[in-house]
């Protein structure tokens, strides 16, 4: 079973942000500068979190993982990009902009 998961970090160093921005445009959508938005099954959880242990730096860095309900409620404001829309539509949640 898949799950949608809101992937959010803050990389110190420049190499590691620019290889963690890499790896996760092939993992998920890019919805802000340092966030993400992935479908993924258990096993690929782990082998994403797996691969970004590997990608930062304990100390100094840090990445969280949200998993998100099937039905969200999601707010656009300000400069958000319309662009998001159609996808939390595919995620069948109410978007209100």
């Known amino acids: ?8 970090y803050d990389v110190a160093d420049q190499a590691r942000l620019n290889r ?3 790896f996760m445009k092939e993992i998920g959508i890019h919805l802000q500068y ?7 099954t258990w096993r690929e959880l782990g082998a994403l979190k797996e ?3 590997e990608l930062i730096d304990e100390e100094e860095d840090d990445v969280r993982i949200y998993p ?5 409620l999601v707010f656009l404001l300000g400069r958000a990009p319309q662009s998001p829309v159609d996808l939390f539509e595919l995620m069948r949640g109410k978007v209100i902009a």
């Not at 998100?68 to 969200?72: I, M, V």
């Open 1 to 8: 079973m898949e799950t949608w998961y809101l992937v959010c």
């Open 20 to 22: 963690i921005l890499k």
């Open 34 to 40: 340092s966030v993400f938005i992935c479908r993924l």
């Open 51 to 53: 691969a970004i242990g």
């Open 68 to 72: 998100l309900p099937e039905n969200c």
